[in-house]
């Protein structure tokens, strides 16, 4: 399998290379016709628009383009730092195998695919969530995407003990939400910090993790217990809907061409000192949606933080873990909060007509 960002830098017309595949898999690839040209032309009229980004939004490049991208591994690097979307630096990234199979061309930025006869279809919504989960090995080094892996494997298991903390609190006597378990959690929650990040202390820090998840979800029992009185349908929204705002921001930065979240750290830093001192003087919806769009940019920002530190060799997955369920708590506690009061308000509304 050759991959242009490895391949040495040396021509090869299409042809050739339709030879070299046909020895190796027995396979003989099908070109289009505007592909028939040598691949040491660097750029065609679609490959500068590119490059330039001006390509329109609706306007897809030609199969020429991608290929000329793709082939002269000269230019391969120039195109992967000048590259406009992750889109294009996708299709640049694709190796001669993946552009070949099933006789399809990848088009770049749109989850489209062409089929020898020329047709265009729309992949249906299956198809989509599979390229978009298919695109991260794109984007990110298999290091990062492992300790990705890793980081939200152990947050669905930290979801998983919080909730049975809330039931525990919810449905039984054993444990009640109190001041001092919420010391507790607190002082839990920096134990993964404070202990050092190796192979023998991997179980211990694992385990602070989830007795924290697990006190998290006991001292929010109060809470659900009142939006329960509301409307209990309102938890399971609440957590259907905070899972997907939270997945969707995710890979929105997961799969961003840059790193500009990163930068949202001093904005989001301010922004909840002042919604600290604002809940005295601000109305109450004011304060629960800024809190909303504050978690918002948390999880831009620091899952972004995550996978440049999982780069620069930081694989301590525990603490990113603790990170990431903040984030999703947090979230969760501002739509549950919201639905439960919209629900209240509508109650209230209705009762006043009656009477």
Not at 26 to 39: Q, Y
Not at 69 to 98: M, P, Q
Request: overall charge positive; glycine content about 6%; aromatic content about 10%.
């Amino acid at each position: 399998m050759i991959n242009v960002f490895n391949g040495p830098v040396d021509p090869m017309t299409l042809e050739e290379f339709a030879e070299e595949r046909k020895s190796s898999d027995g396979d003989t690839p099908v070109f289009d016709s505007n592909v028939r040209r040598r691949a040491q032309v660097s750029y065609t009229d679609d490959g500068r628009k590119m490059l330039d980004g001006k390509l329109k939004e609706n306007e897809t490049p030609g199969t020429d383009a991608l290929w000329s991208a793709t082939i002269t591994r000269g230019v391969a690097k120039e195109w992967k730092e000048r590259a406009h979307g992750n889109g294009i630096r996708r299709a640049v990234r694709y190796d001669f195998k993946s552009l070949l199979k099933a006789n399809k061309s990848i088009k770049m930025n749109r989850f489209f695919t062409r089929s020898r006869s020329g047709d265009e279809r729309e992949p249906n919504i299956f198809q989509n969530i599979q390229n978009t989960f298919a695109g991260l090995d794109v984007n990110l080094e298999k290091p990062v995407l492992n300790h990705l892996k890793n980081v939200y494997a152990t947050v669905a298991a930290g979801v998983g003990v919080a909730t049975l903390g809330a039931m525990i609190h919810l449905f039984t006597n054993i444990l009640r939400a109190n001041f001092f378990l919420t010391l507790a959690s607190i002082g839990l929650m920096f134990a993964p910090i404070s202990t050092p990040h190796t192979r023998e202390n991997q179980k211990k820090r694992l385990g602070y993790f989830l007795a924290f998840c697990g006190l998290n979800g006991i001292s929010m029992g109060p809470l659900l217990e009142r939006v329960i009185a509301i409307d209990p349908s309102i938890v399971l929204t609440a957590f259907l809907s905070t899972t997907v705002v939270f997945g969707c921001f995710t890979m929105a930065a997961l799969k961003a061409p840059t790193t500009k979240f990163i930068h949202l750290g001093g904005t989001l830093a301010s922004a909840s000192l002042i919604l600290l001192f604002a809940v005295f003087f601000v109305n109450y919806q004011v304060i629960l949606w800024a809190g909303l769009a504050l978690s918002v940019g948390f999880v831009l920002y620091d899952t972004q933080m995550i996978v440049e530190k999982s780069r620069m060799g930081d694989n301590d997955y525990v603490w990113h873990a603790v990170e990431v369920f903040i984030d999703f708590v947090n979230m969760f506690r501002y739509i549950m909060i919201l639905l439960a009061d919209k629900e209240n308000r509508r109650e209230n509304e209705n009762r006043r007509k009656r009477d």
